[in-house]
């Protein structure tokens, strides 16, 4: 009933920065929440940066002063700055959206994942 399109990943050095974006679309009457999770190789999904509808955003702790969430409400588009990138970056990062859907019932989506690379 939703679907996240999900694009930027892709390779870049240490140092280097990445734009990723997610747009959903599907019957949505509100969207609650967008957000962006990462997980590694042999690790669990983490949260990595999340927008809510009062337009604040929470961040995990080790991408506070790197990476920056943003989004464009019209086009129901989350994106997710990434500078300063590091190794430890590395993972399939993965769009979430918490939506109210026309129905009025809640639904949690997920996008496929795209691959952020950080080469050292």
């Known amino acids: 009933q939703v679907q996240l399109v999900e694009s930027g990943g892709g390779l870049v050095q240490a140092g280097g920065s990445l734009r990723l974006s997610c747009t959903a679309s599907?019957?949505?009457?509100?969207?609650?929440?967008m957000g962006w999770y990462r997980q590694a190789p042999g690790k669990q999904r983490e949260l990595v940066a999340v927008?809510?509808?009062?337009?604040?955003?929470n961040y995990a702790d080790s991408v506070k002063g790197r990476f920056t969430i943003s989004r464009d409400n019209a086009k129901n588009t989350v994106y997710l700055q990434m500078n300063n990138l590091k190794p430890e970056d590395t993972a399939v990062y993965y769009c979430?959206?918490?939506?109210?859907?026309?129905?009025?019932?809640?639904?949690?989506?997920w996008g496929r994942g795209t691959q952020v690379t950080v080469s050292s």
């Open positions: 979430n959206a918490q939506v109210l859907l026309q129905s009025r019932y809640e639904n949690t989506s």
């Open positions: 599907g019957s949505i009457f509100r969207i609650r929440a």
């Open positions: 927008s809510t509808s009062g337009n604040s955003a």
